[in-house]
């Protein structure tokens, strides 16, 4: 699971429930079991879900895989 950018915001599907305005905060492997941990950039509030219950996650925003940033300025 090495898809988390530095900035980037994601929307999570977890067993039915959909999760937005992520920011990747941990991973961590407890008895075999990996677990995600993210964060709600717009409440605070922290999320752990367990990998294998997650069905999608896909980044809302952030930097480019390239490394490079759009400048947004015209």
Known sequence: ???????????????????????????????????????????GEMFTFEQAGIVGIREISGASRTGTKENTVA
Do not use: Q
């Open 1 to 43: 699971m090495n898809l988390f950018t530095e900035d980037g915001v994601y929307e999570v599907v977890y067993r039915g429930t959909h999760f937005s305005f992520l920011r990747f905060i941990r991973m961590d492997e407890i008895c075999d079991v990996c677990y995600l941990t993210l964060k709600n950039i717009l409440t």
